[in-house]
């Protein structure tokens, strides 16, 4: 037979004394005859006669006594004021609003660089803190900064010709993915909705060891601008051309860039039609360098091709040398639940550093280069172009109108 509810409150009342005053054995008992008489659930019991009657405080002058579950709010004093806060929402910023586990990979080499070139002027204990801040803090102290858009993209590739079926389908065995120099490629074009008529392109390509990346804008996606750019993108990389692997599109399925692989020995292999996945690194760099910084305007003139050119020029020091980036290591599939495990975020520029196939004397011309880089000065001149660019295409629209 089970107490009634006005029993049980005067047997915990009885208890309680009791069973705070007992040894270990001694609770044990007391709390199996607890069980059995009131029904409680175990632990819920044991916890009903460790708190009956105790006095606790929620305010500087209210004190509730019996079974509550409020406590009083601790008050710490806070590491992360509003000064580290104002400095890590700039370095956000700056590093164009990155996630938290890359910015804080980012933030023990970009600090002393900015206060350095006098870009950050704050306190030493304001820049220790921000050190020693942890990416899940991050996240919490820039939740009311976070801003997310979702924008769509468009295909505009056309398949290739029957050349494609001599060019094979990518495999695990065709390339080293810790290797330098095993590029994916793309063209992202840039048609503002209307696909009628030519525009410029961005042919993008991506090392999949280091995720070093370069980009440049073509006037349309003519076989031989697209070439014409590949060849010079090669010249800006840190290491040799390895490995290609595009599309299905006629811009890269054809006899020039067949020939070129061939004398170069450049192994050149191609992802399954409509499998965008295959090309996922490149795809990648495609919303987070190309979109994210030209967005999905209409650019079709020579000129806005040019200030095209001119920020992927800036983009190239600003995203190689100092926004971290992480690789996947694993991926486990646990029935439907899928769990990732990536690598420590670092640049590309750290990675082409840590790499032992790249050659030392390449490596100290690129610690001397990076060693003049100024990040905010990067980003400045980024934003100035984006808006020179926007200018160009609203003066376009408008001819258009009047016309």
Not at 101 to 119: Q, T, Y
Request: hydrophobic letters at 35%; proline letters at 4%.
């Amino acid at each position: 037979m089970r107490f009634t509810m006005k029993e049980r409150k005067a047997v915990t009342k009885l208890l309680c004394d009791q069973y705070r005053k007992s040894d270990k054995s001694g609770k044990m008992q007391i709390l199996n005859q607890f069980v059995e008489a009131t029904g409680y659930n175990r632990h819920y019991a044991a916890w009903l006669l460790r708190q009956h009657g105790r006095r606790v405080r929620i305010g500087p002058q209210v004190a509730v006594q019996g079974d509550v579950r409020l406590r009083a709010r601790r008050h710490h004093a806070r590491k992360y004021d509003d000064e580290v806060l104002q400095a890590l929402k700039k370095l956000w910023e700056l590093l164009d609003f990155i996630s938290s586990r890359r910015l804080h990979a980012a933030l023990p080499e970009v600090i002393p660089r900015l206060v350095a070139f006098r870009e950050l002027r704050i306190k030493k204990s304001v820049q220790k803190r921000l050190l020693e801040v942890s990416p899940a803090t991050i996240d919490r102290m820039l939740k009311q900064e976070r801003k997310k858009y979702t924008l769509k993209g468009r295909a505009t590739t056309k398949p290739g010709t029957l050349l494609k079926h001599q060019i094979p389908i990518r495999t695990f065995s065709d390339w080293d993915n810790e290797e330098p120099g095993f590029l994916e490629m793309d063209l992202v074009g840039h048609d503002g909705g209307r696909v009628e008529g030519d525009y410029c392109f961005t042919l993008d390509i991506t090392d999949v060891a280091t995720g070093w990346s370069e980009q440049a804008a073509v006037q349309n996606k003519a076989q031989k601008w697209v070439f014409e750019a590949l060849v010079d993108l090669g010249k800006r990389l840190p290491f040799a051309i390895r490995g290609l692997d595009s599309d299905n599109g006629g811009e890269f399925i054809n006899n020039h860039m067949v020939a070129y692989c061939s004398e170069q020995h450049i192994t050149f292999t191609r992802s399954r039609p409509y499998r965008k996945n295959d090309s996922c690194y490149v795809e990648q760099k495609n919303w987070s360098i190309v979109r994210r910084h030209v967005g999905y305007a209409r650019y079709e003139t020579p000129e806005q091709c040019r200030l095209l050119n001119e920020l992927y020029r800036i983009l190239h020091d600003y995203n190689n040398f100092f926004m971290p980036s992480m690789k996947l290591v694993e991926k486990i599939r646990n029935g439907t639940k899928v769990t990732k495990h990536y690598d420590t975020p670092k640049t590309p520029y750290t990675r082409v550093l840590q790499s032992n196939k790249i050659p030392k004397a390449v490596k100290d011309k690129l610690r001397r280069y990076y060693d003049k880089l100024n990040p905010a000065e990067l980003k400045r001149r980024i934003e100035k172009l984006q808006k020179m660019l926007a200018r160009q295409v609203a003066e376009n629209r408008k001819r258009k109108a009047v016309a």
